[in-house]
């Protein structure tokens, strides 16, 4: 990885391919480790963070790049009024940068263009702030599999 220089509105979205699942699993794991989550809390969760080619098939999967680096991505199910975003990953290089923000312009105008009116996301609390700044509201909190730990439920205003 280069780890592009380039601004965040240079970013290019595109569907995520087959050939993109390593890609995205290592990303994904790698910015879930970024909080600093034990090897066992790790394992418990890789196997919602290794992306296939099935997933792709049942998800819209969408894929930020700078130059030849995936700069993250994002996973939507069903588009419906209320559509569940079942991934969203900024790799830790890009973390802070704008990246993520810009990431998230995309993701709403692409959900707002499917006349999706709100969509709701199960955070890990250290992703909580980020989506707090983009108007997201928690609407529950749920125990993890993960030993006291827990995920919110949170929705996010489109229109």
Same mark, same amino acid.
């Not at 080619?53 to 199910?77: M, P, Q, R, S, Y």
């Not at 995309?106 to 709701?120: I, P, Q, R």
């Not at 749920?142 to 995920?151: A, C, G, M, P, R």
């Given at each position: 990885?280069?780890?592009?220089?380039?601004?965040? @509105?240079?970013?290019?979205? @595109?569907?995520?391919?087959?050939?993109?699942?390593?890609?995205?699993?290592?990303?994904?794991?790698?910015? *879930?480790?970024?909080?600093?989550?034990?090897?066992? !809390?790790?394992?418990?969760?890789?196997?919602?963070?290794?992306?296939? @080619?099935? %997933?792709? $098939?049942?998800?819209?999967?969408?894929?930020?790049?700078?130059?030849?680096?995936?700069?993250?991505?994002?996973?939507?199910?069903?588009?419906?009024?209320?559509?569940?975003?079942?991934?969203?990953?900024?790799?830790?290089? %890009?973390?802070?940068?704008?990246?993520?923000? !810009?990431?998230?312009?995309?993701?709403?105008?692409?959900?707002?263009?499917?006349?999706?009116?709100?969509?709701?996301?199960?955070?890990?609390? $250290?992703?909580?702030?980020?989506?707090?700044?983009?108007?997201?509201?928690?609407?529950?909190?749920? @125990?993890? *599999?993960?030993?006291? *730990?827990?995920?919110? /439920?949170?929705? /996010?205003? /489109? !229109?």
């Amino acid at each position: 990885m280069n780890y592009s220089k380039l601004p965040p @509105e240079d970013m290019i979205f @595109e569907k995520a391919v087959a050939a993109d699942c390593e890609s995205l699993s290592e990303l994904a794991i790698r910015s *879930k480790r970024h909080w600093g989550y034990s090897k066992e !809390a790790m394992e418990l969760w890789n196997i919602n963070l290794t992306m296939t @080619e099935e %997933f792709l $098939n049942t998800h819209t999967v969408i894929k930020a790049t700078l130059e030849d680096d995936i700069v993250g991505f994002f996973a939507l199910e069903e588009i419906q009024p209320t559509t569940r975003i079942a991934q969203y990953w900024v790799d830790t290089p %890009f973390m802070r940068k704008g990246y993520g923000s !810009a990431m998230f312009k995309y993701l709403k105008d692409f959900l707002k263009s499917n006349h999706v009116e709100k969509a709701t996301i199960v955070l890990d609390p $250290n992703g909580l702030a980020f989506f707090e700044n983009k108007g997201a509201k928690v609407l529950n909190k749920i @125990e993890h *599999k993960v030993k006291n *730990k827990f995920l919110l /439920i949170v929705e /996010i205003p /489109i !229109a």
